[in-house]
Nanobody, 115 residues
């Protein structure tokens, strides 16, 4: 069983920055891919960033060049650094990992970008 707890969301003006954190419980964090998703009102949940066990990141086109995913295996934590935020980045952001055939989601953290 894995628990994922996100934090760091909030309200920010366009052009601002936020850093999200996701702490995972349990062992062997370092060998699993970690992912960030988001879901805007009335839209489907979309994958926006992944990081492999080796630390390689990949991004959706909508956030590439603005968001950076990273991980600290000593702290069982994955981060999402978000810069140059836009109103269309407003969404609930979720941390995700899959272990075997079991999917684990965090509870989500709200990010609101508005002037």
């Amino acid at each position: 069983q894995v628990q994922l707890v996100e934090s760091g969301g909030g309200a920010v003006q366009p052009g601002g920055s936020l850093r999200l954190s996701c702490v995972a419980s349990g062992n062997f964090f370092n060998i699993y891919t970690m992912e960030w998703y988001r879901q805007a009102p009335g839209k489907q949940r979309e994958q926006i960033a992944t990081i492999s066990s080796g630390g390689n990141g990949a991004y959706a086109n909508s956030v590439k060049g603005r968001f950076t995913i990273s991980r600290d295996n000593a702290k069982n934590t994955v981060y999402l650094e978000m810069n140059s935020l836009k109103p269309e980045d407003t969404a609930v952001y979720y941390c995700f990992t899959r272990r075997g055939i079991v999917d684990y989601w965090g509870q989500g953290t709200q990010v609101t970008v508005s002037s």
